[in-house]
């Protein structure tokens, strides 16, 4: 979900009070940017996962 839905599911009335609390969740960021980088480490080692 986009945060501006969220925003108002919670009765925000400004983005940038959701955004305040968006920067809680970054775990997913970085799950996001490990397999990135492991997929990129196998491309250039000729190997590939599922």
């Keep these: 979900m986009g945060l501006p839905t ?3 599911l919670l009765g925000h009335g ?3 009070t ?11 960021l970085v799950e996001a940017a490990e397999k990135v980088g492991t ?3 196998d491309a250039m080692q000729g190997t590939r996962q599922g």
């Design 6 to 8: 969220v925003g108002r």
């Design 14 to 16: 400004r983005l940038a």
């Design 18 to 28: 959701t955004a305040g609390y968006a920067h809680l969740a970054d775990a997913h």
């Design 39 to 41: 997929l990129l480490f």
